[in-house]
Each structure stands twice: as structure tokens, then as C-alpha cells.
């Protein structure tokens, strides 16, 4: 039996969400099994640019999501960002060592079989449609969830 790990990411920095994605890689690299659950300004993470919509969105839907990263490497730090500068010199930092950006970890992640799923009320109030996510992102409520991480060893909330 293979053993499993769960992430709830919650948060939308940069520096947090590089943290996830490295365990989650290297957690695939032992074979253990992992699922990467989006709730909240963690779901920034999983969000399709090319495919945000105002269609059938509300004034504070489209507020939000005009105000928000577009991408996942437009994701602030969460301490010394800066005003961007902090954030600037950690990319250069990784560029230096020959470290992947933040994308690369989760296609990385996703090409080794990371389940990524997307809290139900968290895409509901702030108004994130499935189309607009990755196409690997399933949709599913905080109670499939929590079945779902019963079964881990390791779970981690970020």
C-alpha cells in the first residue's frame, strides 16, 4: 500500500506555495501518493489565464478578479516582498542556483500524477468558474476532501 500525503494550500505567496510544490514533487519521487487541495487564495495557484472570464460574474467577482495575480509567477512573497524587489531578487537567487521558477513545479507536479483539487464553496464565493482553472483541477467539496486526507499520513495545511 502506498503511502499518502495532503496539502491544503490556502495561501497565494509565492515562497509558500514553492514550499508546496517542492514537497509535492518529491513526494511523487518516493511514490507517495499526493493531493494538492485549493481552498481560498490558494486556488490562484491552479488558475487558467488564458481562460478567466467576466462573463456572468458580479461587480465584486470581477473586482477581484482584476486585483488578483494572474499568473503563478506573479505571486507575491509573504515576507520581505518589497513592493516586488524581495520577490525579484529570490527569482534571480533561483535562477542562480538552477532552480525551476514556480510553474515548473507544478507542471512537474502534474506530470507526476499530483492530484489537484479545488474547494467547491472557496470557487464559489470568489467567483471561480471550472473553465477557468487548470484542466487538471477537479472540483470537489470540503467533505470529499476530508475523506480524502483521512487516508494520509502526512497532512500539511500552508
Known amino acids: 500500500m502506498n503511502k499518502k500525503m495532503n496539502i491544503l494550500m490556502f495561501s497565494a ?10 514537497m509535492a514533487n518529491a513526494a511523487r519521487e518516493i511514490n507517495v501518493d499526493v493531493t494538492l487541495f485549493f481552498a481560498f487564495w490558494g486556488l490562484l495557484l491552479v488558475r ?4 478567466m472570464s467576466e462573463e456572468d460574474k458580479t461587480a465584486y467577482e470581477k473586482m477581484f478578479a482584476n486585483m488578483t495575480p494572474r499568473t503563478i509567477e ?4 509573504s515576507k520581505m516582498n518589497f513592493a ?5 531578487m529570490l527569482v534571480e537567487m533561483m535562477e542562480e542556483s538552477d532552480t525551476p521558477p514556480l ?5 512537474g507536479a502534474i506530470n507526476k500524477g499530483v492530484s489537484l483539487q479545488a474547494c467547491k ?9 471550472e473553465e477557468e482553472l487548470l484542466n487538471e ?20 495545511f500552508i
Open 13 to 22: 505567496d509565492y515562497d509558500k506555495a514553492l514550499a508546496a510544490l517542492v
Open 48 to 51: 487558467e489565464p488564458n481562460k
Open 74 to 77: 506573479d505571486l507575491p512573497l
Open 84 to 88: 516586488g524587489i524581495g520577490k525579484k
Open 103 to 107: 510553474s515548473a513545479f507544478l507542471k
Open 121 to 129: 464553496l472557496s470557487c464559489e464565493v470568489m467567483g471561480f468558474k
Open 137 to 156: 483541477v477537479k472540483i470537489v467539496t470540503a467533505e470529499e476532501y476530508i475523506v480524502d486526507a483521512l487516508e494520509s499520513n502526512i497532512q500539511l
